[in-house]
C-alpha cells in the first residue's frame, strides 16, 4: 500500500463528504468499453462514520486538465445506483461525459449567438442601404443624396462589424 497516494486520497473523502473515513481496501479496476481501455487505476474503498446517507465511499485521484498537470480527487459514495467500486467508476465516467457534452454544447451555443448578431447586423445594413439612410446614435439622419461619402462609410463600417461577427463565430474558441 503505498501511503503517499493513499492519505490524500483518504483526506480527500474526508473533505469532499465532510465526514470521517477508514479506509478498507484498495481495488485495481480496468474498465474496456467496445474493446478499448477508458479506465484504469486503483480505486480505495473507505468505510464513512457520521455521514447521513451513505456508509462507504469509492475514491481516487488522476491527474485532469488540458495539461494534466492539476490532480483531481474523486469521491463516490456507495447511495443507489452506486453499490460496488465498479459502478462508481461508471458513475463518474458518465458524469464527467455528461459534463464534457454541456461544455460543447455551450460553446457551439455562443458562437452560434455570436454569428446570428453578424447575421442580423448583415441584414439590418442591408435594409439601411436600400432605404437610403442611416440613422446614427445620435439621431442624426445620413441620406445617400445629401452626404454619399458618409453614407457610404456608414455602410462599409457595418458590413465590416458584421463581417467580424461572422468571423469571430468561426474561428474564435
Request: glycine share 6%; hydrophobic share 50%; aromatic share 10%.
Amino acid at each position: 500500500m503505498n501511503l503517499d497516494y493513499l492519505e490524500p486520497v483518504q483526506a480527500a473523502v474526508s473533505q469532499l463528504r465532510n465526514c470521517g473515513a477508514t479506509h478498507v481496501e484498495t481495488m485495481l479496476l480496468h474498465k474496456v468499453f467496445r474493446g478499448q481501455a477508458i479506465w484504469k487505476g486503483d480505486v480505495e474503498v473507505s468505510d464513512l462514520q457520521g455521514h447521513p446517507k451513505a456508509k462507504r465511499a469509492y475514491a481516487w485521484s488522476h491527474l485532469d486538465g488540458e495539461s494534466e498537470k492539476r490532480t483531481r480527487f474523486v469521491a463516490v459514495l456507495e447511495i443507489p445506483p452506486v453499490e460496488s467500486a465498479e459502478a462508481s467508476v461508471r458513475v463518474q465516467i458518465v458524469q464527467d461525459f455528461r459534463k464534457e457534452i454541456f461544455k460543447m454544447t455551450a460553446s457551439i451555443i455562443d458562437k452560434m449567438i455570436v454569428m446570428l448578431m453578424g447575421l442580423v447586423f448583415v441584414l439590418f445594413t442591408n435594409w439601411q442601404c436600400r432605404r437610403g439612410e442611416f440613422i446614427t446614435k445620435y439621431g442624426r439622419t445620413i441620406r445617400r443624396e445629401d452626404d454619399p461619402l458618409a453614407f457610404w462609410v456608414m455602410v462599409i463600417i457595418c458590413f465590416a462589424i458584421a463581417i467580424a461577427l461572422l468571423l469571430a463565430g468561426f474561428f474564435f474558441p
